[in-house]
């Protein structure tokens, strides 16, 4: 897709000024996991950057870049680390929800002055614990505690998914809550991308009230059946596409940081019972050194590939020629797994760099040790389970329908009029 000048400059200065603060990050990576989040100062630093701005909308000041662009930029900080590229893809990768939660919350949102991202969400899947239950004039909000809270330290909403309930069966809507209404939890002790801050949280009383727009069914925040006032061809790309394009971005990122930091240490290391005393002279680290770059490009490929085309589709729904429910619902499911495949490969990479880094690479200031970590935690994320992803794509790719579940990475809403031979 063409970008337009404007952009383009936009992304080189945010990158130019990613990388300047790089080394910086990677520095303060292990104070950030000992403390189970990164400071309020790299926060600033990264806002600074406009890190938190690339997925914000024009017409508030934001970057706006295509998801190409905010690709390169996700996976340039998370090449420093993988926990400030969390964040930061965090930040990017949710903006859909409130651009699809309509006009009067996108204002709430980016209208006031910020420092850090602007928006965060938490357990929009069918087990959320949370209540919500229409009142006069609004809902009153119960239950929780809402899990995996990526960027609600910092963000001054955050949407909770909740079950409502009005007669008709339950269904899920999303809750724009301020951070003031919210209590976090000490809960982020984990194995990996343990600077994110990803806690948990609840409400600062037992219930609250929300006022009637920042409930939103979470169908139509999904569809974009909602006008938000916003005239970019980004608000219209498919929001799968569009997040864990970024994600995928993601394991890219870390594991290039990897690679770069396992060819820096490696100089003039000797490689143990061998007669080498250059780990860079081994053929055996030349053949490792080769599969490692075929598993990060190959996942750079695919990654790129779905960017531009999360983009182009973009154009064509802001053009108003959108593409047909079956395309629109094989792409999405394509990207889901294309996304688990990139996080597996990036993985695999990691360690085998982390493997022929020899014993001092266990220790807890070596980034190749952290990198393995945090790019296994990208696997497991709940929405990459390779296996079903995989059944899914290949149930539309041999002419069945995917499983039906409910969840932001449910394929139904594409689904075509025509009944499941299977079911």
Not at 22 to 39: C, Q, V, W
Not at 332 to 347: I, N
Request: hydrophobic residues 40%; glycine residues 10%; aromatic residues 8%.
């Amino acid at each position: 897709m063409n970008e337009s000048p404007d952009t383009s400059d936009r992304l080189k200065a945010v990158l130019d000024k990613v990388r300047a603060l790089g080394p910086t990050l990677r520095e303060r990576a292990l104070d950030a996991e000992r403390a189970g989040r990164h400071s309020d100062e790299t926060i600033a630093d990264l806002d600074a950057t406009g890190a938190f701005d690339i997925g914000s909308p024009a017409e508030f000041g934001g970057h706006e870049l295509t998801v190409r662009q905010q690709l390169d930029v996700v996976s340039e900080v998370a090449k420093w680390d993988g926990s400030a590229g969390w964040i930061v893809w965090v930040g990017a990768s949710t903006n859909w929800i409130p651009a699809g939660s309509g006009a009067r919350v996108v204002k709430e949102v980016y209208a006031p002055e910020w420092v850090g991202p602007r928006i965060a969400a938490s357990s929009h899947f069918p087990a959320s614990r949370g209540r919500a239950k229409r009142t006069g004039g609004g809902w009153t909000i119960t239950g929780g505690p809402w899990t995996f809270g990526s960027d609600s330290l910092w963000a001054p909403y955050t949407n909770l998914g909740c079950i409502a309930d009005d007669g008709e069966g339950p269904y899920l809507v999303g809750v724009q809550v301020p951070r003031d209404e919210l209590r976090f939890l000490d809960d982020w002790q984990v194995a990996g991308m343990r600077g994110t801050g990803s806690v948990s949280s609840t409400l600062a009383q037992d219930e609250l009230f929300v006022p009637e727009h920042r409930v939103v069914d979470f169908r139509d925040v999904t569809g974009g059946t909602l006008d938000n006032g916003l005239g970019g061809s980004l608000w219209k790309a498919p929001t799968l596409g569009w997040a864990f394009t970024l994600m995928a971005g993601l394991s890219i990122g870390i594991a290039r940081g990897a690679l770069e930091r396992f060819l820096e240490r490696s100089a003039g290391r000797p490689v143990r019972g061998t007669t080498y005393k250059n780990q860079l002279d081994a053929p055996m680290t030349h053949l490792m050194l080769a599969e490692v770059h075929s598993k990060i490009q190959s996942a750079t490929a695919m990654t790129r590939a779905n960017a531009e085309e999360t983009d182009r589709l973009g154009a064509l729904a802001a053009a108003g020629t959108p593409a047909d429910g079956e395309y629109m619902q094989r792409f999405s499911a394509r990207v889901l797994v294309e996304t688990a495949y990139a996080a597996k490969w990036c993985a695999e990479a990691i360690e085998l760099l982390q493997r022929n880094s020899g014993s001092t690479a266990i220790m807890e200031s070596e980034p190749i040790q952290r990198a393995w970590r945090d790019a296994r935690v990208i696997t497991l994320h709940g929405a990459l389970n390779l296996e079903a992803l995989s059944e899914n794509y290949g149930r539309l790719m041999a002419g069945s329908q995917p499983h039906k579940f409910a969840g932001i990475t449910t394929l139904d809403r594409f689904a075509p009029p025509t009944p499941d031979k299977d079911a």
